[in-house]
């Protein structure tokens, strides 16, 4: 709920609730410290944005949520986790997702970011409505990469691992996909390290047992990531926000640990990156992870006190009273839903009204609202 406080004479003033605060990323204003995480639809075609991204990222772009952002965006063909995922290597690819941006830019009032990314060796899939599992040749595979030559799961092919050639390849392909999104237009860039996709396995031991520079100690271990990660500030716009999704724990003992991202965060600060997403898992399969509201955020939460950077938290936040706690108490200054948007695309006004909040809506909405509606209290069980 709306907080009080007291001055000096008694009387009484209410605050907004800390999720509705507004905050400045370079310049660029964020209305509340809302973000529609990434989340893959695997409705592209040849890695181009069809009308079902029209009408989904349409939908979330009136929201309210200060920031939305487009789902995982592969750099290049091979770093597609199926053959549906969106893509930013190629012209064609690039007027696609314009359309889909311009008409969002249109109608809402959310800052639009993109995460790009390369799936590694989790690539060349079917998509997760068909099992999710590997393809066969026969179904159009390809060859997938990785640091090291060490299959995701057992029945998973056996990844190439990346030689130097390769690892330029992929590092101005991450490159050119942020000129393509600068000159889109797109507010926020966000570059992938999380998942078990290709820099979290550089990142993990459990995926990375590479004998060079690029692999052994954390330092090396980190050493790929952190030149994509200079590469891309070298060409986002300095006045746009530059951020990263990390994993705060492999959740195995022999994996990455929490104290592992928060120097990797702390390296991504240094080189100019404004916030860093924190999740968890995605590096090996069969992993026990003790689910619950808010699990991830105690991740998000250290790093921030540790590496100095502001923190996006994830996982599992849907009750709005969380969501403002964690604001509200330092433990990140924004937060981030997938699927409870899915669920509920209108989730911010909701949490406003749950909080006692004020915000704008679409004028053509606005009969919809509490104020206009008698029915919004018996939709939503509003007291």
């Not at 660029?28 to 529609?36: C, E, F, H, K, S």
């Not at 639009?112 to 393809?135: F, M, Y």
Request: net charge negative; hydrophobic share 45%; with cysteine.
């Amino acid at each position: 709920m709306t907080e009080t406080v007291q001055d000096m004479t008694g009387t009484v003033e209410a605050m907004e609730p800390h999720l509705f605060a507004p905050l400045a990323l370079r310049g660029r204003p964020l209305l509340n410290r809302i973000v529609v995480s990434p989340m893959c639809q695997y409705s592209a075609r040849e890695g181009n944005a069809t009308d079902w991204h029209m009408q989904h990222l349409g939908s979330l772009a009136v929201s309210g949520a200060a920031l939305l952002m487009i789902e995982a965006t592969a750099v290049e063909p091979a770093g597609r986790i199926s053959p549906a995922d969106l893509g930013l290597y190629n012209d064609e690819n690039e007027a696609a997702l314009g359309r889909v941006f311009a008409a969002c830019r249109d109608v809402g009032q959310s800052l639009i970011g993109i995460q790009i990314a390369h799936a590694g060796r989790k690539a060349s899939t079917h998509v997760p409505w068909e099992g999710g599992g590997p393809l066969r040749p026969d179904e159009g595979a390809w060859q997938t990469v990785a640091p090291s030559a060490i299959p995701f799961a057992e029945g998973w092919p056996m990844p190439v691992a990346l030689d130097r050639n390769g690892l330029a390849r992929i590092r101005d392909a991450f490159a050119d996909a942020a000129k393509r999104a600068a000159r889109l237009g797109l507010d926020v860039l966000e570059m992938h390290a999380a998942h078990g996709y290709l820099l979290h396995e550089f990142l993990s031991p459990l995926s990375n047992q590479r004998t060079d520079e690029y692999g052994g100690n954390r330092e090396g271990r980190m050493r790929f990531p952190l030149e994509v990660a200079a590469a891309l500030r070298n060409v986002w716009p300095r006045d746009r926000p530059l951020v990263a999704r990390i994993t705060g724990t492999d959740w195995r003992a022999e994996g990455l640990q929490v104290e592992d991202a928060t120097a990797f965060a702390h390296q991504l600060k240094a080189l100019g990156f404004d916030y860093v997403s924190v999740s968890s898992g995605g590096i090996v399969p069969k992993v026990r992870i003790p689910v619950g509201p808010g699990y991830q955020v105690p991740f998000a939460a250290r790093i921030r006190a540790e590496a100095g950077i502001k923190t996006c938290a994830v996982g599992l936040i849907v009750e709005p009273n969380l969501a403002d706690a964690i604001v509200r108490n330092g433990e990140a200054d924004l937060v981030a839903l997938a699927r409870a948007f899915l669920d509920d695309p209108r989730w911010v006004w909701h949490a406003a009204e749950a909080l006692g909040a004020s915000i704008a809506v679409p004028p053509q909405y606005a009969a919809a609202t509490s104020k206009l509606w008698p029915g919004a209290a018996l939709a939503h069980k509003l007291d």
